[in-house]
Nanobody
């Protein structure tokens, strides 16, 4: 069973930064696409960014590009989400997810428990 554990969330003022980490219990190299999602209160969960199992370049949603950066450290089996210039509308529970390369694109097999990020104005 693959386990994902997020850390690094919390309360920050608007304009501040946070870095989320997601530690994975298995090796990522050559097998798992990793993604970050978020769910704001009253809204559906949305994709923030992902890095494909066979790629090094992360994909970021357009609205967050330039403020959020996803990176991946295969040696540590950890992915990160650097969040800069945070806005109150970034307040959400953030989830890390993993998808085996054999799984249908768009579906994720494993999820972390979620970590709350609150941005105060």
């Amino acid at each position: 069973q693959v386990q994902l554990v997020e850390s690094g969330g919390g309360l920050v003022q608007a304009g501040g930064s946070l870095r989320l980490s997601c530690a994975v219990s298995v090796q990522l190299v050559g097998r798992y696409t990793m993604g970050w999602f978020r769910q704001a209160p009253g809204k559906e969960r949305e994709l923030v960014a992902f890095i494909a199992w066979n790629g090094k370049t992360p994909f970021h949603t357009d609205v967050l590009k330039g403020r959020f950066t996803m990176t991946r450290d295969n040696a540590k089996n950890t992915v990160y989400l650097q969040m800069n210039s945070l806005k109150p509308e970034d307040t959400a529970v953030y989830y890390c997810a993993a998808r085996d390369r054999a799984t249908t694109v768009g579906k994720y097999d494993y999820w972390g428990q979620g970590i709350r990020v609150t941005v105060s104005s």
